[in-house]
Each structure stands twice: as structure tokens, then as C-alpha cells.
């Protein structure tokens, strides 16, 4: 048995489960923050509103909705919508809210690029490295493309953050209709391919 083998196959899941768990855990990580800090505001609300429900957070149930492709149309059912109400400081959410992202995004570059100036790690394992770090810098280019061109639909603000197998996507209003909730669908569907399914939208005043 080559046991040089066996050393340069455990070192290179290493490194691979190493990026899985940068890339994945540590954004699902940081959607559940931002999920529960968008839960704390509504519930700090509701004190002050007797005549609201539990809390102010509400899903909306979005059926039949129409996407827009270049060809063709189709029709997507039951996405949800979580409604929150408004605050005085909506921009500073949304600054905010990017600037953690991203902070996290270069630290996880940062992290890799300390791997690949390891003199312990082989060429292999730095080719790996190498292709994790060109899929973050993607990842983030399509957050950027798809940010811009949801406030060019007429949003004032919008924030986007990537899971393993979903996107989260809040945007600044108070009552999406359904022909917008497309036009965020068929944005994040074609330019981060992800399923419609997977593409979870929330709204922030």
C-alpha cells in the first residue's frame, strides 16, 4: 500500500471539508443572525402595538406568481414573503447588513490565501484552494449584480445573503405585489441560478 498516497488523499479532503465548512456554515451562520435581528426589531415593536398579532413579522403566501424569462413564462407557487415593520434607522440596516456580509466574505479569502502560502500544503491541495477562493469572488459578484439591478426595479434598498442551498433576499417596502416578487425570482433565478423554490424574500421599512 503507498502510503504517500493514502497521506495526499486525507490531506486533500482535509482541505476540501475546510472549505465546505468556511463557505457553508459560516454564511448559514450569519443568515440566522441577520434572520433573528430582523425577528428582534418586529418583537420590540409589538410592545408598543396592543392591537397587533404575535409579533410583527408576517408571512404572505404568494401563489401563481408569473415569471419573466426571455422566451417563455412560467408559473411558481407559495413563495413566502416575511413582512416586518418599518424603523426609523432602515438604512443603517441595510449598510450594515453589507458591510458584515462582506466582512465575512474577506475573511473566509483571507483564510485561503493563508492556506495557500503554506509550505505544507502540496500543489493539489492548492488547486482546490484556488477554485474555492474563484467561486467566493463569483458568489459575490452575483450578489452585487443581483443588488443592483433589484433597486433598479424601483427599491430602495436591498440586501442579499447566500446560504448552501438558498437565498435570502430583504428588500425596502411595505407590500410587494406579485408581479415584483417575480422580478426578484427570475433576477436571483437567472443570475445566481438558483431554484425559485430556494428563494426566500423578505421585506424591511
Known sequence: MDLKKI???????????LALMLVGL??????STESNNIQTVAETQTENSEDENLG???FVSSNDVTLETKSTQST???TEIVKTESTNKSNDYYEESKLQRDTMYSQTLETYKEMLNNSNVSEEQ????????TNVNKEKNAIMVCENLITTKGFSNCVIFVNTDSVSVV?????LKSEEI?????????EMNAKVENIHIMTKK
Open 56 to 58: 410583527d413579522a408576517q
Open 126 to 133: 492548492k488547486a482546490i484552494i484556488t477554485q474555492e477562493i
Open 182 to 190: 417575480a422580478q426578484i425570482q427570475n433576477i436571483i433565478s437567472r
Open 171 to 175: 428588500v425596502e417596502d411595505d407590500n
Open 26 to 31: 459560516g454564511y448559514w451562520n450569519y443568515v
Open 76 to 78: 411558481e407557487t407559495s
Open 7 to 17: 497521506k495526499f488523499k486525507t490531506g486533500t479532503a482535509a482541505i476540501y471539508v
